[in-house]
């Protein structure tokens, strides 16, 4: 046999160029990942992209009317306590509007409240405004087109509902308020609901014992209706509402009478509904505390009157319902308040404030614990 002369690789050597080779490959391979992932990358963009336009066409069409040339009329039952949420879902399922989700937000936003239960006729070619408007006026209390309708909003007075029924049927406002403080009238209706009336009727020092107990709603009126019929109507719903809290209202060791008080005050100083707990657990919180409540709603009760300012000498009325002169809760409601206020009312928040301001302006409720801090926000957002 020959000999070879060709020199053989070491082992090293070997070793080095094999660790050469395998990190060519690691370096292959990692581009390959970061074209992978850049790939992967430039995809979930272009979705992001192309979910953001078909959100925003989806919501931009959701604003406007489902069908703007329609002129057919669609009746909607709004039962008695719906949510804004439910009340979007029915009128996404009647074909009133696109989109539920788009309605409640686009009402969450402008701080629109205060729907009323009722039927209603709304049309596809209505814009959102316009059915929040509807919304808030009542429907008619059954199905079909009644004859004419009272309105109740919340937080109308007795002489503000005796005003109503004044514009939309026969009878006059001293009518209404003189049958109201009729006492065989009263007591008539005591004995039909009395779960709900006997409290009133053990009140003393009230001005109206029905003042919150005529439930905020759209009636149907008629001619042949009597104004005993009317005021019962009306008493009748607000028993109905009540029937589902009678038991907690005697579980927390309450009367109707101290619910619907609270909850009026509760009506006129918050919007939203987390306000509204938050309020009534101040409320709460200051009479454990033997607080006056200090509401300018007690005053322009006690005065009779309705003005933007109260000023110091109003404060001062001789009056059993002036909160900042009289301890508690006062002898009874100041307005006949909504289902919200009353819900708020038996679910307070639980908290430590005993103060609270709002921003008319904003529609915006600041809470404080003390004072100090009290005067420093009022400082801030409305001096």
Do not use: W
């Not at 020092?205 to 905020?216: A, T």
């Not at 149907?220 to 029937?243: A, F, P, Q």
């Amino acid at each position: 046999m020959g000999n070879n002369n060709e020199e053989q690789p070491s082992k090293k050597e070997k070793l080095m160029a094999e660790s050469r080779s395998r990190m060519l490959d690691r370096e292959k391979e990692s581009t390959v990942v970061k074209k992978v992932v850049l790939s992967i990358i430039g995809v979930l963009v272009i979705l992001l992209v192309i979910l953001g336009l078909v959100g925003y066409r989806y919501v931009t069409s959701s604003l406007q009317p489902l069908n703007p040339s329609s002129e057919e009329k669609i009746q909607v039952e709004v039962p008695i306590g719906s949510t804004t949420k439910e009340i979007a879902k029915i009128l996404e399922d009647k074909g009133i509007i696109k989109s539920a989700f788009v309605f409640s937000y686009y009402v969450k936003t402008n701080n629109a409240a205060n729907f009323l239960a009722g039927y209603y006729e709304l049309k596809p070619s209505m814009t959102l405004n316009q059915i929040i408007k509807d919304l808030q006026k009542g429907g008619s209390a059954t199905a079909g087109e009644g004859a004419n309708k009272i309105l109740v909003q919340e937080g109308l007075t007795m002489e503000q509902i005796a005003q109503s029924v004044e514009k939309s049927t026969k009878y006059k406002k001293e009518e209404f308020l003189k049958l109201v403080q009729d006492e065989t009238f009263l007591t008539n209706m005591q004995q039909k609901y009395p779960q709900l009336l006997d409290s009133a009727m053990s009140a003393t020092n009230v001005r109206y014992r029905l003042e919150g107990y005529l439930f905020p709603a759209t009636y149907d009126y008629d001619k042949k209706m009597t104004l005993e019929e009317i005021v019962e109507d009306m008493i009748k719903k607000t028993d109905e509402v009540m029937k589902s809290f009678y038991g907690t209202i005697q579980a927390q060791g309450k009367t109707v009478q101290e619910v619907l008080t609270v909850a009026s005050l509760v009506e006129k100083e918050g919007v939203s509904y987390d306000d509204r707990t938050k309020i009534a657990n101040v409320f709460y919180n200051r009479v454990a505390e033997d607080m006056p409540l200090q509401t300018d709603i007690s005053v322009l009760y006690s005065l009779d009157t309705h003005k933007e300012l109260v000023t110091e000498k109003d404060l001062e009325v001789d009056s059993p319902y002036n909160l900042y002169q009289n301890k508690g809760f006062g002898p009874g409601p100041f307005n006949n308040p909504g289902l919200e206020s009353i819900k708020a009312t038996l679910n307070p928040a639980d908290t430590s404030y005993l103060y609270f301001l709002a921003d008319t302006k904003t529609g915006k409720v600041y809470f404080a614990e003390t004072y100090d801090e009290h005067l420093k926000l009022k400082a801030k957002y409305l001096d």
